[in-house]
């Protein structure tokens, strides 16, 4: 036993040592932080990218990278991405990555405010020209808006050429993909010096950034990328729900599904399951339009038109309160995103498609409900008015009656005599049955 304690003492001072040793060269083997993006640039987007960033700084780790392909998105999602990168202590690459990858509109600004601009082989980056909502109108709006789009078109350059300035890259180049919409291969990119290099893969983009420098508060820093760790950080389950559901198409159809689960509720009260699902489908979509550019006054179009197919409900209108709701539904299902970015508006398709259905689905069930409310009641006490009966006694201010197999007590307006036919005209208090003499000629 004495030898033994000793040999099992040191074998386990050895295994915490190599598990120190290990644990000190993982902790010091540099690292860079990477994030993929395959989507419009969304303010779900810019969230994720700028919170990865900032733990990228706190962590104080060699670089952020970030692997972009996409058509472009919000302006102010990207200016948040860009003052994120811009704010960065560590150095940020931006990887227009894989072939046939694309850094487009919000995506090319984005590459030029990064420290190192890189581009896979069979990739482009361009056309940042701001898109403006459709023209229309007189002279005179027409003017305006002219006006309006060089005001922006004027303001989009000045900040691609402060970009490209700021990191040593051609301005002139900047200004022409936000004025004419240039896109520029990769190759081109490289000639034109818009980009740093090309890389064909990761291992590939980490050789060649080996070494190169960088500037920070006015010094010149180095790069060393040799035996660094890629860490690819994804979105977590609510970002990743948020940026699906952010969606202006998904978004606007779990609207329209949440006021159609509601409005079938408030038409057949009891039913629970069409309620249940569209209070859960609106709360989602309220959700998603906190990163939407939601015009209120298009929502409230929506709001208008549930509101006029509840009165038709009620108020007799022959149908000219669903034809309003209908009017209502579709101009503010076609106003209720505002943005001049075509990524995130709502597909005209989707509107004309889910309009219909939803028009047809509410005709449908008013038709049904104004049909229940307008004919006769068949059971329970409202369904013995009408009916026929005869007089046991004989009735003037009280008496007795034989209805429905049951004797009932009863009284009338007018005479009658026993054994006369009559007519049910209501209950009354105290189930006294009000009735009066049968119209033979009717029954």
Same mark, same amino acid.
């Given at each position: ?31 860079? +932080? ?25 962590? &104080? ?6 692997? =972009? ?5 919000? &302006? ?101 993909? %936000? ?10 990119? =490289? ?23 960088? %500037? ?9 990328? &040799? ?43 009891? %039913? ?28 409230? =179009? ?20 669903? %034809? ?101 005209? +209501? ?11 049968? &119209?033979?000629?009717?029954?």
């Amino acid at each position: 036993m004495k030898k033994i304690f000793p040999t099992i003492f040191l074998g386990g001072f050895l295994l915490l040592c190599a598990t120190g040793v290990f644990s000190i060269e993982e902790k010091t083997s540099p690292v860079i +932080r990477m994030v993929r993006v395959a989507d419009v640039i969304s303010p779900t987007i810019a969230d994720f990218i700028v919170k990865e960033l900032e733990k990228a700084n706190a962590a &104080d780790l060699r670089a952020f990278l970030i692997e =972009l392909d996409t058509p472009g998105g919000l &302006d102010t999602a990207m200016r948040t991405i860009i003052q994120g990168i811009l704010g960065s202590r560590i150095p940020v690459i931006v990887y227009v990555y894989p072939s046939g990858a694309r850094a487009a509109s919000a995506g090319a600004l984005i590459t030029l405010a990064s420290d190192f601009a890189v581009m896979a082989p069979g990739t482009n980056i361009g056309a940042a020209t701001p898109v403006s909502i459709g023209v229309g109108g007189g002279e005179e709006e027409t003017d305006k808006k002219s006006d309006m789009k060089k005001k922006v078109i004027e303001d989009a350059s000045a900040y691609a050429r402060s970009l490209a300035e700021q990191r040593g890259r051609n301005t002139d180049w900047a200004e022409r993909i %936000v004025r004419e919409a240039t896109s520029t291969s990769a190759e081109e990119a =490289l000639k034109v010096e818009v980009i740093d290099f090309i890389a064909e893969d990761e291992q590939a983009l980490l050789q060649k950034l080996d070494g190169r420098s960088y %500037v920070r508060k006015g010094e010149k820093k180095l790069l060393q990328t &040799d035996g660094v760790v890629l860490e690819q950080v994804e979105m977590g389950w609510r970002q990743e729900i948020l940026n699906t559901i952010s969606n202006p198409n998904i978004a606007y159809l779990l609207m329209m599904l949440g006021i159609l689960g509601i409005f079938f509720e408030i038409s057949q009260p009891g %039913v629970i399951f069409p309620g249940a699902i569209g209070a859960l489908a609106l709360l989602l979509a309220f959700f998603a339009f906190q990163t939407l550019p939601v015009n209120w006054v298009g929502a409230l =179009l929506i709001l208008l038109a549930f509101i006029l197919f509840l009165l038709e409900i009620a108020v007799p209108s022959f149908g000219m309160l669903t %034809v309003g709701g209908i009017i209502s539904l579709t101009l503010g299902s076609m106003m209720l995103i505002e943005t001049s970015e075509p990524y995130m508006q709502i597909s005209r398709a989707v509107i004309a498609g889910t309009v219909a259905a939803a028009s047809c689905l509410i005709i449908l069930v008013l038709f049904f409900v104004v049909r229940t409310q307008r004919g006769r009641f068949f059971s329970g006490y409202e369904g013995m008015v009408g009916e026929l009966g005869e007089a046991v006694t004989a009735i003037d201010r009280k008496g007795r009656v034989f209805v429905h197999g049951e004797y009932w007590d009863s009284f009338s307006a007018e005479p009658i005599s026993a054994g006369e036919t009559v007519e049910v005209v +209501r209950l009354g208090e105290n189930l006294r049955m009000e009735v009066k003499k049968a &119209d033979r000629e009717k029954h």
